[in-house]
């Protein structure tokens, strides 16, 4: 401790003068990490799809795309007896493969193939809204299978607080 005297002040540092220098090294590396980013996918993994032999045997080796079917239902649903969903299907169709159907899949639902919606000739527009029971808290999977034999898929958990699939229906 300094009792009645002044600190010293430091002396103005010159330019570059205790700044840390970059070497040639550095800027190698931190050229090739920036290349390789732009290089490397920006998407995260597809999701799991759930484990439903009714969806196992309906896809017969056939592994979904994750991509222009929306699937959207609530997060939360407070009675299984009644929840809304909706299916969209991402256009354009026209000259290309158009949808030939649409099918929701339940994981713990005493019947799994809850739902199949076919179209038998090409539409230009594909929405379904409806509205579902479930038996409590549970992964949806929603497929929809285009004319030339490509899956498209889309998975949404759902927690539901009141089951509506208590009599096995």
């Known amino acids: 401790m300094n009792f009645g005297r002044p600190s010293p002040q430091p002396s103005p540092r010159k330019r570059g003068e205790g700044a840390r220098r970059t070497t040639r090294r550095q800027w190698m590396q931190g050229a090739g990490a920036m290349f390789l980013i732009t290089c490397l996918p920006a998407r995260a993994a597809d999701p799991a799809l759930p484990a439903i032999p009714a969806l196992a045997a ?3 080796g056939r592994t979904p795309r994750f991509a222009r079917l929306a699937l959207t239902l609530p997060s939360l649903a407070d009675n299984g007896f009644s929840v809304p969903v909706r ?35 090409p539409v230009e527009r594909v929405e379904v809204d409806s509205r579902i029971r479930l038996a409590g808290t549970q992964q949806i999977v929603a497929t929809a299978e285009m004319s030339d034999g490509t899956v498209y898929a889309a998975t949404k958990e759902v927690i539901v607080t009141l089951a509506g699939c208590m009599d096995g229906t």
């Open 58 to 60: 309906y896809l017969a």
């Open 87 to 121: 299916l969209a299907v991402a256009g354009p169709f026209a000259p290309g493969p158009y949808v030939k159907s649409l099918r929701l899949f339940s994981e713990t639902n005493p019947v799994p193939d809850m739902a199949v919606f076919e179209f038998p000739v």
